[in-house]
């Protein structure tokens, strides 16, 4: 695609935007989660994401922020456990301090032994336990 494309397609979509949000501009769909679907259910979306990462901003260090911000570039969905666990702690106040980068690599590794624990695969060998004399026939 041309530049001239690209930005005949993103003025469509922000005209489709400020028309689903009733004129209110792109303002409500951006954000962590990046342009929603339009209506309210993206500007809840983004409301919540703000909300966790101003959250998320009060526990962490900036360390730490930036490695979760790497972990979610590769991998979504256990980043997105580790802030919940993350949250889960600090609501509970089992969290005295803010989480460092070197916390926050103890806490995936624990998170990776357990999975590893959990996802354990146990093979067993069933030996045979009669006799086999076909072997044996070519040795006559």
């Known amino acids: 695609m041309d530049d001239a494309e690209l930005q005949a397609i ?3 979509r922000l005209a489709e935007l400020q028309k689903n949000n009733g004129g209110a501009g792109a303002r ?3 954000g962590i989660g ?3 679907a339009g ?3 993206s500007s ?4 919540e994401d703000d909300m966790r990462a101003s959250q998320l901003a009060q526990v962490l260090t900036q ?3 930036e ?7 590769v991998r979504s969905e256990r980043a997105r456990n580790v802030e919940d666990l993350i949250l889960r702690l600090a609501r509970n106040g089992q969290i005295q301090k803010k989480v460092t980068e070197q916390d926050l690599v103890q806490l995936l590794e624990q998170i990776s032994k357990q999975e590893s ?3 354990r695969t146990k093979i067993v060998y069933e030996r045979r336990l009669h006799e086999d004399d076909d072997d044996d026939d070519f040795f006559d």
């Open 10 to 12: 993103r003025q469509a």
């Open 28 to 30: 409500g769909s951006s």
């Open 34 to 36: 990046g342009i929603g």
């Open 39 to 41: 209506g309210s259910g």
């Open 44 to 47: 809840d979306t983004s409301r």
């Open 63 to 65: 360390e730490a922020r």
């Open 67 to 73: 490695r979760l911000a790497r972990i979610r570039i």
């Open 117 to 119: 624990q959990n996802n």
